[in-house]
């Protein structure tokens, strides 16, 4: 690896006989005391490269950085390219009994992403008609009431 003038008057200023303090990593120390592979992985994560965030490929849940939990469905039409669908949507979907739409958001009732229970799940719509006119407020209202209480409109 050819470092810049910067790096290089660095690394013979610095030369040492360090290892990086990765217990499994035998590479030179770089910065920080890790090497220049894990120094990457703190810049990118700001956290401590010893952890490791790739879920594990054999199971059929884990849960993300950002505390929701995610299953694996790669039959799903929801599924992402990895086959996997967060559960808060999946759960909703199966109460309704159709799939969410692009307008549809879960969400946590009492805040823990990791709580998939249907009494914890509450369904959010971000939806609003594009004029302000009545006539597409009211046909707006429309669109909502067949969509989510159809025996309303009888």
Not at 53 to 66: C, I, S
Not at 83 to 99: D, K, N
Not at 115 to 135: C, F, H, I, K, S
Request: hydrophobic share 35%.
């Amino acid at each position: 690896m050819r470092l810049c003038n910067t790096h290089a008057s660095y690394a013979r200023r610095n030369r040492t006989d360090k290892i990086c303090k990765i217990e499994t990593c035998s590479a030179g120390m770089y910065a920080r005391e890790w090497c220049y592979n894990h120094y990457q992985i703190w810049k990118r994560r700001h956290t401590d490269p010893a952890i490791s965030q790739v879920p594990n490929r054999g199971t059929r849940r884990h849960v993300t950085a950002d505390g929701y939990v995610l299953v694996l469905r790669p039959d799903s039409p929801m599924a992402k390219r990895n086959g996997y669908v967060a559960e808060h949507r999946l759960v909703m979907s199966e109460a309704l009994g159709r799939m969410l739409t692009a307008n549809e958001n879960v969400h946590h009732i009492n805040g823990d992403r990791a709580d998939n229970r249907l009494e914890n799940l509450e369904l959010w719509n971000t939806a609003q008609p594009a004029g302000q006119r009545v006539e597409d407020k009211v046909a707006f209202a429309l669109e909502i009431l067949a969509l989510y209480r159809p025996e309303a409109l009888a």
